[in-house]
């Protein structure tokens, strides 16, 4: 009996390169739309926080001074006043007091009494505020009304908090009565709450600012985020087989330059998709040619004639080589990428130069001269240097007529570090002149290599943080100069896709070649 089986679960490694999708949250424009109504309101709060506090003060501080201004006013009184019932100075400090309330007028929320020995004596009939009716009030007052010097307290009870300022004034004499004493007191939770109030229709209004700011701030939003939803659909259009489409730009706003950018990245992904298919026609190419002489030799092969057999062997061997080269330059460039290409060192570049020399000459009968031998250290991958100078000393020797002189030297200027080699040479045209470092980029298909040479120069060039300078003058020879900072290559340099030429026979001369000895290829090897 067949049973149904459980969908099978995804292992680890599915996982890790095919994640779930995570769960949706907010959209980009909800979230503008939270921070912008945030910002708002975290502005209006802290606005209307700080002028509230403010105002707070501004008002506890009117009300001192209107105190002190009564409580000034009633000491001129004391000093320069005639009672106006006898026309003399006051005779007694309760008629002082007296006096006063009749002439001093309080303001809103402000109340006088006049106090004889502590208690209330008279009162003010034009003030709505009461202060007789408190009774914790009239009781921390008895203190106050009978000390000897004046004071401003805040005195709160059951029924609200008040600002208060008592002025006492002393008998001179036993005979001048009781001590009296004049107080003044603010209901200041009144005198606050008619300002706060003003900041409640401020609440108000900054809540239906923040209703308009959230609604227009949606509108803009989307708007603006309006091309970034054209850049998704468009890019979603965008597949493996088709990346010849590209997103239209608008405006000169970051969105653009995103959009830009974006187009920038299909461009080197179409490059990098036609450059991968380009390598594996030419790579296939280069080594179909080798393969299909060997099964053409094996197959008219007369095994009974040892010279045929011979002849055969070394023509095998020979392609066979041929192939491992190529095999290895193309390992060597798709390497050049990786980080680790290149183990920079101190070396010391006279010894890297006599090193260089002693292998060159054995490339070819060309008479071999050291131009110049800096003297110094530089931070190098004495490996890649070198194999990258002999490749040029290998074009050199291939490019230039048997006897002809090349010359090979190092200079140390500022903080660089410049490899040449001069050849007498057929010379590069012009415009050939960046072929020759793309990869497969032969010109002259006369001459044996896979045109996979000078872009591994420029590769480790590359990979010290350096560049390759060509001068080169048609009929009279070429002057390759490899230059690295001596310090070391700092940050990898960023090198965008190249392409990849497929081998041709257009023009007759370019020094690309790879071609070397055994003897020098020995060499390297051992040296890895």
Sequence with gaps: MDMERPPAQPDAATLRRFPRP?????????????????????????????????????????????????????????????????????????????????????????????????????????????????????????????????????????????????????????????????????DASAEKDIFAEGFMIYAIVATLSLVVVAVVGSVIAGRLLRPVGVLAHSARRIGREDLTERIPVTGRDDLAEMTRSVNEMLDRLETSMRAQDQLVQDVSHELRTPLTILRGHLEVLDVGDPEDVIATRRLTLDEMQRMNRVIDDMTTLAQAGQPGFVHPAPVEVGRLTDEVYDKAVALGEQRWVVAARAEGEAMLDRERITQAWLQLAANAAKFSPPGAEVRMGSELVGSELRLTMRDQGSGIAEEDQERIFTRFGRTDASKPGSGLGLPIVREIVRAHGGRVEVDSELAVGTVFTIVVPTDGPGEAPVVEDEPILEPDDTNPDAPDADERTDSERSEREAAR
């Design 22 to 186: 995570a769960a949706r949250g907010l959209s980009v424009r909800s979230r503008i739309l939270v921070a912008v109504v945030g910002l708002a309101a975290l502005a209006l709060l802290a606005a209307g926080a700080t002028a509230f506090v403010i105002q707070q003060v501004q008002v506890e501080q009117r009300m001192d001074a209107e105190l002190r201004a009564d409580a000034e006013q009633f000491r001129v009184l004391h000093d320069v006043g005639i009672d106006p019932t006898t026309g003399e100075d006051f005779s007694s400090p309760t008629d002082l007091v007296r006096t006063a309330l009749q002439r001093i007028m309080p303001t809103r929320n402000e109340d006088v009494v006049g106090m004889v020995d502590g208690e209330v004596a008279y009162t003010s009939s034009v003030t709505r505020m009461t202060m007789e009716d408190d009774d914790q009030l009239i009781e921390a007052l008895a203190p106050l009304a009978t000390a000897e010097r004046s004071s401003m307290t805040t005195i709160t009870t059951d029924v609200t908090t008040y600002r208060v300022a008592v002025v006492p004034v002393q008998p001179e004499g036993p005979e001048d009565g009781s001590v009296a004493a004049f107080a003044m007191a603010y």
